[in-house]
């Protein structure tokens, strides 16, 4: 069976992009709706969330992107997509009231595809809604700015097709898998990425960041609840990193696909960095990790939450098996 490819939506603009001013809305919380909302209220939610959804120009002397982003603290936090943040490029952030401010990169994983930036002028910022609470069938809104500037805080509706997706893609790289996606139907094209999806209670759950090319409604979005204790880092210190622990790999879903059988569940260890924290303490490829200091590991996610909890120089104790044999090694994390 052939494989649909997939194509990150991002939009390479030759057009520059005037108007920047500075942005004089007060800090608020765009504040969630409570109780159910019938799909009368899309309109409502829509005007609510608006104003925190911004547009990101990215430009260097040699390229340039246009994509989208959501402002997600009082204090300016900006999430968007890696694959929108060129490598050291200026990137300006336009609000949907036509101005616009400079913004600092402060956090990125090109793995997971997520970047943070920061802004210095306050801005509405969007409450971030639990992916546990997230169904198949849930009515969505998705919203950023397409193609170009012309038709920026654009806003499409659709439902939530499937959840915890996981996806092969190509890049730079090679080949590496994106985990946890939320699958929708709303409609989204090359700038979408780094945009909003947003429930019927006006919360962040999604950053759009993929569409498979060729065909229609099948968009897929990170949930932003993986990236919720990053923020809360980043808000302490604009200096956070995730600390590093040096293992790459996946769950047992894309284990199974790639004709690795685990027993249970658990973060199947494909790549173990020489000379790091892991490897220092024997982890190995083929090793299955199953707790973290106690809490249960079932998949990227999970792992990435923990460590967000963590600075280096703290131990973490971590449970995996090996050939069905429970093991257990005291890891001390580091900063990359």
Known sequence: MKKASVLLAIFLSGFMFVGCGKNSASTYLVEPREGIVTQYDFSDIANDVNSAIVTVYSATNQEESLGSGVCVSQYGHIL?????????????VYFSDGTSTQSNLVYRDSVR???ILKINVNSPYLSIGDIDEVCVGDEIIA??????MTFQNTFTKGIISALDRCLEVTGDGGVSYMQGLIQHDASI???????ALINRK???????????????????????SNVKGIIQNLIQSDNYELPYIGIMGFDSKIAKQNGVAINGVGYYVACVDS????????IEVGDVITQINGQKICKESDLIDI???????QVLNIQYTRNNTQKNVILNVVNR
């Open 80 to 92: 968007t997509n890696s694959h929108v943040v060129l490598n050291g490029a200026d990137n300006t």
């Open 113 to 115: 595809d997520i970047a």
């Open 143 to 148: 919203c950023g700015t397409p193609l170009t």
């Open 189 to 195: 094209n090359p700038g979408n990425s780094g945009g």
């Open 202 to 224: 006006g919360e962040l759950i999604g950053i759009n960041t993929l569409k498979v090319s060729s065909y229609e409604g099948l968009g897929f979005a990170i949930p932003a």
């Open 275 to 282: 000379d790091s924290p892991a490897s220092r303490v024997g």
């Open 307 to 313: 460590l967000a909890k963590y600075k280096a120089g």
